[in-house]
């Protein structure tokens, strides 16, 4: 069978790096014990997996105490501490038209407990103009909640802008990188981020199953925990710690997992994140310029590999989404992903709700000749597409 087309980084990255997988078939083989929880040399090892890993990301996202960045199983579970945790009945808080349902679903959910949610519109290309944020402040407003790029358009959101306003408004900014973490320089310091949420299994080449939150000094005691219990730490006490990153970590974690996102973030380390960068914008500009290119076809967003994450979203005409997305996987054996890509606001932004789109999102271990190839493909559906039905 010939190698897959492989075109859904954004959903979650692969193939993983040589060095994640090692990495975890090690750990496997020759650590494995419970970190934290006893005292022999193999606990003491694999603690010291998890103090490696969390020191190599505090260092990627210019993090200075690396204790103040937990662990969690996804950006979901943070962007759910850093909401659920933290807001109150009349808090106001602001968030994107571009917004995942990781963001989207829990504001909803507080927005029955009593929390004003205002979402700042985007234009058609799903981008947002600081100003817009600045306007929509009030006294009561809590935090801001910003995806970093859009899932559906990869549109880059205007982070480091807001971030000055939320500081010297002195509101919380949290900052969901799901998106951009390991392909995008992001330094919480310079760019005002209060809170950082963050997925492994995507840009970090880690495995499914790990992701992470920042926290900014001060912040801990105001963010309820969503679980609690075991932790290795304080075990005399029936309270749950209140101090980081216990806190926020509770039951044994996800060690091989961590191994392997330790591993991931020292290939981003190894490789340059600049390079990544280069080669997935060179791809993103090879594929729109292509798809542009085909009658029928439709692109949305910024159409703009220097403004955009390595993620193009486009419709063909005479065709759904799931139709073309079928014919690439059975036909060409290419991997995409159709429909509203659980962000039906940004689809709502870019006028493609209810249908969704196809999106296609190139990863670094891609070459231009699959990217070639892709785009023949979409060349044959779009004629197909144009044939009449009988």
């Not at 990869?154 to 969901?176: L, Q, Y």
């Not at 216990?246 to 020292?266: C, H, M, R, V, Y």
């Not at 932004?349 to 979409?378: H, M, N, Q, W």
Request: with cysteine; net charge negative.
């Amino acid at each position: 069978m010939k190698r897959p087309i492989y075109m859904d980084n954004a959903a979650t990255s692969w193939p993983k790096p040589e060095e994640t997988l090692t990495a975890m078939a090690t750990y496997a083989q020759s650590v494995g014990a419970n970190p934290g929880r006893s005292g022999h040399s193999m606990s003491v090892d694999a603690g010291r997996v998890i103090f490696d890993t969390r020191e190599a990301a505090a260092d990627l996202f210019g993090v200075i105490n690396p204790l103040r960045l937990i662990f969690t199983k996804n950006a979901t579970e943070a962007l759910n501490i850093a909401i659920l945790g933290l807001l109150k009945p009349g808090d106001h808080v602001i968030t994107s038209g571009m917004e995942h349902n990781s963001v989207m679903r829990p504001l909803k959910a507080m927005e029955k407990r009593g929390v004003e949610v205002s979402v700042i519109p985007c234009s058609s290309s799903g981008e947002m103009n600081p100003d817009d944020v600045n306007r929509a402040i009030m006294t009561s407003t809590r935090a801001i909640y910003l995806t970093h790029a859009s899932n559906v358009t990869g549109t880059i959101m205007p982070i480091s802008e807001v971030g000055t306003i939320a500081r010297d408004k002195e509101i919380i900014f949290c900052v969901d990188a799901a998106q951009t973490a390991g392909v995008i320089p992001i330094n919480v310091e310079e760019m005002s981020v209060d809170l950082l949420a963050f997925t492994g299994h995507k840009s970090l080449f880690g495995p499914q199953g790990t992701g992470g939150l920042y926290i900014r000094d001060g912040l801990e005691g105001k963010i309820s925990p969503l679980t609690m219990g075991g932790t290795g730490s304080s075990s005399e006490s029936l309270e749950h710690p209140d101090f980081l990153p216990d806190k926020f970590e509770s039951g044994t974690p996800n060690t091989i997992g961590i191994a392997g996102l330790g591993a991931g973030i020292q290939f981003i380390k190894r490789t340059g994140i600049e390079k990544i960068r280069k080669k997935e914008q060179e791809l993103t500009a090879m594929l729109i310029e292509g798809i542009a290119s085909i009658p029928g076809a439709t692109l949305y967003g910024c159409r703009d590999e220097k403004r955009q994450t390595a993620v193009i979203s486009f419709n063909i005409e005479g065709m759904s989404p799931a139709e073309v997305a079928l014919a690439l996987d059975e036909e060409f054996n290419i991997m995409s992903r159709p429909g509203l890509q659980c962000a039906p606001a940004a689809h709502h932004t870019t006028g493609t709700f209810p249908g969704g789109t196809v999106r296609l999102s190139p990863g670094y271990f891609l070459e231009k000749e699959d990217v070639e190839k892709c785009i023949v493909a979409l060349e044959a559906l779009a004629y197909r597409g144009k044939e009449p039905h009988s």
